[in-house]
């Protein structure tokens, strides 16, 4: 949803332009939203030119090539995509390069000049630069005298053999002299921008150095600009666009700043000009000093506290991580990846969230406060934490297990979330500083884990003890803490439990003590909240079937009521999902005890219509409005008495076609029970027309028996499945019926066939006793009898021929 919000609304914004170009830089590094975004924007926009550039020797760069090239052959009928390989320079390029950089003609320069310069730079546009460059300062080329061409001077020219043709190190080292021949102040602030990132601003810098004049800051700055190590965004004069500024054009008036850079400054934005230049700064930095800027940076940053934990800037937090995170202070960074990734997950980008909770988990291997830099020490009974660990250190590492199994739930990769809760959990039972956690980490832990191998292994019979005591550890634990939300989904589970395991008069006793501490509007968005759905309200409705599934219709049929008229009104029904998930086992019960015209009532009012009328969401359930309301629609007409017959064909055509029954997993059971039941109603109105329901009853056996013959012992859909075994034992017998039908007609028939063959072979025999002696048949060795018994046989095989064609 979030995909189609953001390129729809960026093809509105920019719909009335004649062409939209965006331009992405290192598109290897893209994530994989900022792919479906992309993606989404070529296949709806019109006018939009999209260009990525990429170092394709990169390993990330190959799978994006892949995966674009995959996406490409999807799409090759409707959009093109055009690869543009951009090697090294020639070297007719060079030359060009030549003239440009040294401002002379290129018919004065000396081939073997040019063919040195690209031997020893591999055409490698930035060493190209930076080697011309550095031959422009020391003057390392001259016009001979001779030859009038532009060559090396003869001390460059034996310095050159001596170095040989492969210097691409000695470039990369000439990045460093570089450096080394700026003054000290210029390469203290270079080393801070470094620090910084690509680009930053000019308070940025101030804020690491307050102690230096805000002029001879911008002085040192320019200076970088014009050593082309920097280069300046400009914004114009016409409009909001930036420009880039560098050394080779105008300078800017000097701008009258203040060195305190607290009060109120005109800003000013830079860059590095290569990211090779920002590499060789951070490579000639000792890691302490690198450490040093990092903390001094971020402690610059938390001054400002309105743009900590509660600035919406979502950039600015995450440069606050990335400074936490590269001096090693995890309990700075955990806190703040914390925050970011709670704000990502709202917005439904749970694999951002996910990368970013790792990204803080992976330092606690080697920050878990270890002061005094030797090797951490570990107890041989935890998992991997330092038993050093201080308790706010081992509570932030279980905080961001919770949330990572979160997210690998919420992206359905059961087992990745099953894998972290138990990590959790095993931290949590042997950490030696677990008693003095924040014990509110102990249910949502419990809680997932419960769930989770609840929905793996809850009728294995050797995990099954095991299970039980997980659900009641985290009954009791609830109750310990007086926690009524917890409490309430604590029993929830337990019920859950027992459902599964189709023991349903249990589950009806715990959805009794449920009931006595739940309330809607107490409770209800506080457990959504802390679990991500209203797991004791979904009980209520789940126990209707329980006790259909006991046979107490009346205890069912007011449950139901309850739900119905108390609980669903406290909902948002442009939920679609939440309400449809709340409602469906009533609709199935109330369909089942003759109250179907009541059940498409709740249907419509509460999920259809408000889907339609008040713009809903669903991301599943939406699949099952229409088998659902077709089969209401086929009961009426089965009430009634009267048929519509271009409904029927339209339910028909719809059953019928095999794509429509392709549903999430988690719903795929409940609409091959709906369309089994939908073809089992229309088999029945073909019988009654006389027409060959075959094709349809074939369709609904298909269907059914892949809910009746599941190889899932889970008995929580217990009611579902016995409405399918209902249904196909419907079928089974119509098809007894026709195959019935269709034997007595057969033998009918052949009575017919058998009384004509018997009159046909009378007249016969009487024709051919008349004939006399002479004229009959004589074969050597038969008697006139023989011959008539042939003469029999072989009319009876002639007419038994012209009876079967």
């Given at each position: ?189 270079l080393q801070t921008c470094a620090v910084l990132g690509m680009s930053f601003s000019l308070t940025d810098v101030i804020r690491v150095h307050p102690e230096m004049v805000g002029l001879d800051l911008e002085q040192s700055l320019d200076q970088a600009v014009d050593e082309l190590i920097l280069v300046e965004d400009v914004e114009d004069d016409d409009d909001d666009d930036m420009s880039l500024w560098s050394g080779n054009s105008p300078r800017m008036e000097s701008r009258n700043i203040s060195g305190s850079w607290n009060q109120a400054v005109e800003d000013r934005f830079f860059q590095f000009s290569h990211a090779m230049w920002r590499k060789s700064v951070l490579d000639a930095m000792l890691s302490e000093v690198k450490v040093h800027l990092h903390r001094t940076i971020a402690e610059a940053l938390e001054k400002e506290q309105v743009l900590v934990m509660e600035s919406s800037d979502i950039g600015w937090l995450l440069t606050l991580f990335d400074h936490w995170k590269s001096c090693g202070n995890f309990c700075k960074a955990a806190p703040l990846a914390l925050a970011v990734g709670l704000r990502l997950e709202e917005w439904d980008l749970s694999a951002q969230s996910l990368d970013l909770y790792r990204d803080a ?445």
């Amino acid at each position: 949803e979030v995909v189609e919000f953001l390129s729809t609304t960026y093809i509105r914004l920019t719909e009335d332009h004649n062409l939209t170009m965006i331009f992405l830089d290192d598109f290897q590094w893209i994530d994989s939203f900022t792919w479906k975004v992309i993606r989404a924007l070529c296949e709806k926009g019109k006018n939009i030119l999209i260009m990525g550039a990429m170092r394709s020797q990169e390993t990330q760069a190959l799978r994006r090539m892949s995966s674009v090239a995959s996406w490409h052959t999807r799409m090759q009928s409707r959009k093109g995509i055009i690869e543009v390989n951009i090697g090294p320079l020639e070297t007719n390029e060079v030359k060009q390069m030549i003239s440009k950089v040294l401002d002379c003609e290129e018919d004065i320069i000396d081939d073997q000049l040019s063919n040195d310069i690209y031997q020893k730079t591999g055409g490698i546009t930035i060493y190209v630069i930076e080697l011309l460059e550095s031959i422009k300062r020391n003057k390392t080329v001259a016009i001979d005298e001779k030859t009038k061409l532009l060559q090396w001077t003869p001390e460059a020219a034996r310095e050159q053999k001596r170095i040989g043709s492969n210097s691409v190190a000695a470039i990369e080292l000439s990045f460093l002299n570089r450096f080394d021949s700026l003054d000290l102040g210029v390469r203290r602030v270079l080393q801070t921008c470094a620090v910084l990132g690509m680009s930053f601003s000019l308070t940025d810098v101030i804020r690491v150095h307050p102690e230096m004049v805000g002029l001879d800051l911008e002085q040192s700055l320019d200076q970088a600009v014009d050593e082309l190590i920097l280069v300046e965004d400009v914004e114009d004069d016409d409009d909001d666009d930036m420009s880039l500024w560098s050394g080779n054009s105008p300078r800017m008036e000097s701008r009258n700043i203040s060195g305190s850079w607290n009060q109120a400054v005109e800003d000013r934005f830079f860059q590095f000009s290569h990211a090779m230049w920002r590499k060789s700064v951070l490579d000639a930095m000792l890691s302490e000093v690198k450490v040093h800027l990092h903390r001094t940076i971020a402690e610059a940053l938390e001054k400002e506290q309105v743009l900590v934990m509660e600035s919406s800037d979502i950039g600015w937090l995450l440069t606050l991580f990335d400074h936490w995170k590269s001096c090693g202070n995890f309990c700075k960074a955990a806190p703040l990846a914390l925050a970011v990734g709670l704000r990502l997950e709202e917005w439904d980008l749970s694999a951002q969230s996910l990368d970013l909770y790792r990204d803080a988990l992976e330092m606690c291997y080697e920050s878990a406060d270890n002061p005094d830099g030797g090797e951490p020490t570990t107890d041989e009974n935890e998992v991997w934490l330092p038993a050093s660990a201080p308790p706010a250190t081992v509570e932030f590492i279980l905080r961001l297990h919770i949330r990572i199994a979160k997210c690998h739930a919420h992206l359905g990769e059961q087992e990745q979330c099953a894998t972290t809760f138990e990590d959790a959990y095993k931290i949590m039972t042997t950490s030696p500083k677990a008693a003095k956690l924040n014990q509110e980490l102990v249910l949502p832990i419990i809680s997932g884990l419960c769930s989770i191998a609840i929905q793996r292994n809850v009728v294995n019979s050797d995990l099954l003890s095991e299970n039980e005591d997980l659900v009641d550890r985290f009954v009791r634990e609830a109750k310990e803490r007086n926690d009524e939300i917890h409490i309430a989904r604590a029993l929830s589970m337990k019920a859950s439990f027992f459902a599964r395991l189709g023991n349903f008069r249990h589950a009806i006793a715990v959805q009794k003590e449920l009931e006595i501490i739940y309330k809607v509007e107490l409770h209800s968005a506080g457990i959504r909240q802390e679990y991500g759905k209203d797991h004791a309200v979904q009980s209520y409705s789940d126990s209707v079937q329980w006790y259909m599934l006991i046979d107490n219709q009346p205890a069912a049929e007011k449950q139901a009521n309850v739900v119905v008229t108390k609980l669903l009104p406290q909902f948002d029904l442009r939920d679609v999902d939440t309400v449809m998930e709340l409602i469906f086992p009533i609709l199935l019960v109330l369909k089942t005890i003759g109250r179907a015209r009541y059940a498409e009532t709740i249907l419509f009012n509460n999920a259809i219509n408000p889907f339609h009328d008040l713009g809903g969401s669903s991301s599943c359930w939406i699949k099952l409005f229409n088998p659902i309301a077709y089969l209401f629609e086929l009961i009426k007409m089965v009430e009634e008495g009267e048929r519509d017959e271009q409904m029927l064909a339209q339910f028909e055509d719809w059953v019928m076609d095999s794509s429509r029954s392709i549903f999430s997993i988690d719903l795929q059971y409940k609409g091959y029970a709906l369309i089994g039941e939908i073809c089992c109603h229309l088999a029945r109105f073909k019988i009654e027309k006389d027409e060959d329901p075959q094709m349809v009853l074939e369709r609904g056996r298909m269907v059914l028996t892949r809910v009746v013959y599941t190889s899932d012992d889970d008995q929580s859909d217990a009611f579902m499945v016995e409405m399918a075994q209902v249904t196909l034992g419907k079928i089974t017998e119509m098809e007894d019926e026709m195959e019935e039908a269709n034997s007595e007609e057969l033998q009918s028939e052949e009575q017919e066939s058998s009384i004509l063959i018997q009159e046909t072979c009378k007249d016969f025999t009487r024709d051919s006793s008349s004939l006399p002696n002479g004229d009959s048949p004589s074969f050597a060795g038969e008697s006139s009898n023989g011959i008539r018994r042939m003469g029999k046989r072989s009319c009876c095989e002639c007419i038994m021929k012209c009876t079967i064609q």
